[in-house]
């Protein structure tokens, strides 16, 4: 090894991570003692490993959730797309909010009856894009998931089958009452079901108490490329909600409702 | 997927599961972020499992998870950002010369660390974590970046003493930016 004017920079890093034999070792040290500007380059980049170190060590010993085969169901959707769908989640999730909000402050008749739509917009904007806790309790749990949001919502709930249509349950959680929700059912909690094709592509169906009610109509909106049937049956109403076609997401909706109704 | 012992698998799971912990401190000190970093190591771990039949059982495990990972995040830069990915992977053109005067010898705090690991170029971030802290040889660390060994040194001292300075100027060494 020669150093005649200055140590070469791969010098330098060997020197630093530990890759020169002992001879090198002392070829460089001798050459850092008369260039101390060089010898302070040195003790710097050995100090940022160091810090690297105490700044990162930690992780190793954290609690984590990963595992290898755990979550096949999404491996097709790649991180950075989940970010973007996050994103976007959030977009819609802050124009539904601000939906919700102008329903709020100014009430208007008619208003009601469609607030369960905007909610299922707002829930469905919220955790479909959830990658790893879209749901609360697991559809692979259906008997305690059906039984847990019955006891919560006070009535016998079911949650249908979409199997024939290719969406499989992926499970279901509680939100809160909704303010827009009618005065008698606002202590109410929302039931949320979850279901996912084969493509990932994730349908909501939400369930909450309303005033019962003889017009089982469907009823159907729209914000941006997601479509909501909504209708009133015995004690609650439904709101099923997917970014798919209208007419395919009306063959869903009667599936759904078919499957209340055998 | 799905054909299970057929598949000629070289590595086991637990075997990858073992890789873990290192896996998600890379990519805690790559991202900046917890979410991100466990997003980033659960899909090169399924990427990695799905692809085991890929790997030499000869060569270094740790090594090619590493370069499947660093595929899962290089995949979603260009997918994210098309055009400003252009900009972040172009390394060798914005970093500003280094006067080597200032001491960056006093230890940094993890968040000093954090945010100039932040501002340091992604191509020389990588490469300043898997020598520095993840200890890998330059010649591993040239196999998953999949680039070669002399770029891996180029960007190893540019980083360095990028990271230098910006340890520097976070800690207030730089004498403008002090106020305290």
């Known amino acids: 090894m020669t150093m005649r004017k200055g140590l070469s920079e791969e010098i330098l890093n060997a020197y630093v991570d530990g890759g020169l034999t002992s001879d090198e070792r002392g070829a460089v040290e001798a050459h850092l003692a008369l260039h101390p500007e060089t010898a302070a380059r040195a003790r710097a980049w050995a100090a940022q490993s160091e810090a690297l170190h105490r700044a990162f060590d930690s992780v190793l010993d954290e609690p984590h959730t990963l595992r ?7 491996a097709a959707v790649p991180f950075f797309w989940r970010n973007v769908a996050a ?30 739509a905007r909610q299922a917009l707002l829930a469905h904007a919220a955790y479909a894009p959830e990658i790893r806790h879209p749901v609360e309790v697991s559809g692979r749990e259906e008997q305690h998931l059906v039984a847990w949001l019955s006891k919560r919502l006070d009535a016998p709930l079911k949650a249908p089958s979409l199997v024939q249509s290719g969406y499989q349950l992926l499970g279901g959680r509680l939100l809160p009452a909704s303010s827009g929700a009618p005065a008698a059912d606002q202590a109410s909690p929302v ?19 309303e005033i019962p009610n ?16 909504y209708w009133v049956d015995g004690p609650f109403g439904y709101a099923l909600v997917g970014d798919v076609a209208k007419d395919d997401l009306a063959v869903l909706a009667r599936v759904v409702y078919q499957q209340l109704n055998p | 997927m799905g054909q299970g012992r057929s598949v000629p698998s070289g590595f086991t799971v637990e075997q990858l599961q073992a890789q873990i912990p290192r896996m998600r401190r890379y990519a805690r000190a790559l991202t900046g972020s917890r979410e991100a970093a466990d997003d980033l190591v659960q899909d090169a771990l399924e990427r990695a499992w799905t692809k085991r039949a890929l790997w030499r059982p000869d060569s270094n ?23 400003a990915s252009l900009d972040a992977l172009n390394e060798e053109g914005n970093v500003d010369p280094v006067a080597p005067s200032a001491s960056a010898e006093t230890g940094a705090s993890l968040r000093e660390m954090r945010d100039a690991l932040g501002q340091l170029p992604v191509e020389q971030r990588q490469v300043v974590l898997l020598v520095g802290l993840e200890q890998f040889t330059y010649a591993e660390a040239a196999e998953v970046l999949e680039i070669p060994i002399g770029t891996v040194m180029s960007r190893l001292s540019r980083g360095r003493d990028r990271l230098r300075q910006l340890l520097d100027e976070g800690s207030g060494h730089s004498g403008l930016r002090r106020v305290k």
């Open chain 1, 214 to 229: 003889t017009d089982t109509a469907f009823r159907f909106t729209q914000e941006g490329r997601t479509s909501v049937f």
């Open chain 1, 68 to 74: 290898v085969q755990g979550r096949a169901r999404v």
């Open chain 2, 61 to 83: 495990l740790r090594a090619w998870l590493f370069a499947v990972m660093h595929n899962v995040f290089i995949n979603g830069i260009k997918r994210a950002r098309p055009m």
């Open chain 1, 87 to 116: 994103l976007a989640a959030t977009l819609v999730a802050g124009v539904a909010i601000g939906f919700v909000a102008h329903d709020y402050w100014t009430p208007s008749p008619g208003t009601t009856r469609a607030s369960i």
């Open chain 1, 191 to 209: 039931a949320l079901l979850m279901y996912e094709n084969a493509q990932g592509k994730r349908l909501s169906l939400l369930v909450r108490r």
